[in-house]
């Protein structure tokens, strides 16, 4: 991970705050073409701000301890990467793909309930909002237990749940899935 410790946050905020994001529609155009009837070009927008803290900048093991010994840190990278994501929401969002997955992998297990709907649920809002405006979807990666933010993710403006994971890897059955989703595609 890049993170190691407390002297890498001003390095880590620089770097979130240098990220540019300049629209590819050519290569786009030219992916979807090469699949033709063999496939759908979608747009992938990676992890929200706060995975990607989590998950791909210091891990989950790291994350946890510096949430709660320099949360204000971790919120000037959240804050910093929250800024950078709201311009490739609009990149995308006038963008050729019609759908769009961002997002995703939530652990119920270390993602509480009330970190869901302050740190995640906004930011997939804001970004459906834009999409839907423009008659797209939006789609996330729901591979883990769900349950435990399943009235949370009622409120998410995803369209499609992809890898969904079906008891007995989660924690839910499909028929249960389709009961609190009713209106998603969930594969």
Same mark, same amino acid.
């Given at each position: 991970?890049?993170? +190691?410790? %407390?002297?890498?946050?001003?390095?880590l905020?620089a770097?979130?705050k240098s990220f540019? /994001?300049?629209p590819?529609r050519e290569? =786009?155009?030219?992916?979807?073409?090469q699949?033709?009837d =063999?496939?759908?070009?979608?747009?992938w927008c990676? /992890?929200?701000p706060m995975?990607?803290i989590?998950v +791909?900048?210091m891990?989950? %093991?790291? =994350?946890?301890l510096?949430w709660?010994?320099?949360r204000e840190?971790?919120?000037?990278? /959240?804050?910093?990467l929250?800024d +950078?994501?709201r311009?490739m =929401?609009r990149?995308?969002?006038?963008?050729p793909?019609?759908f769009?997955t961002?997002?995703?992998?939530?652990q119920p297990?270390i993602v509480s309930p009330t970190?869901?709907?302050?740190?995640?649920l906004?930011? /997939?809002q804001e970004?459906g909002?834009q999409?839907?405006?423009r008659? +797209?979807r939006?789609?996330a990666h729901?591979?883990?237990?769900?349950?435990?933010l399943?009235?949370?993710?009622?409120r998410?403006?995803?369209?499609?749940m992809?890898?969904?994971?079906?008891?007995?890897?989660?924690d839910m059955?499909?028929?249960?899935?389709g009961?609190?989703?009713?209106g998603?595609?969930?594969s």
């Amino acid at each position: 991970y890049l993170f +190691k410790d %407390e002297r890498d946050y001003p390095a880590l905020l620089a770097w979130f705050k240098s990220f540019r /994001y300049t629209p590819a529609r050519e290569a =786009f155009h030219r992916v979807a073409e090469q699949l033709g009837d =063999f496939g759908y070009a979608y747009a992938w927008c990676g /992890y929200d701000p706060m995975h990607e803290i989590m998950v +791909k900048t210091m891990g989950v %093991e790291t =994350f946890v301890l510096e949430w709660m010994d320099h949360r204000e840190r971790v919120m000037d990278l /959240y804050e910093a990467l929250l800024d +950078k994501h709201r311009e490739m =929401f609009r990149i995308v969002a006038a963008g050729p793909a019609e759908f769009i997955t961002y997002g995703g992998n939530i652990q119920p297990s270390i993602v509480s309930p009330t970190q869901f709907e302050t740190y995640y649920l906004p930011v /997939y809002q804001e970004f459906g909002e834009q999409l839907h405006a423009r008659d +797209k979807r939006l789609g996330a990666h729901t591979d883990d237990a769900t349950r435990n933010l399943s009235g949370l993710m009622t409120r998410c403006p995803w369209d499609v749940m992809e890898a969904f994971a079906v008891a007995p890897d989660g924690d839910m059955t499909l028929r249960e899935a389709g009961a609190a989703w009713p209106g998603r595609v969930i594969s």
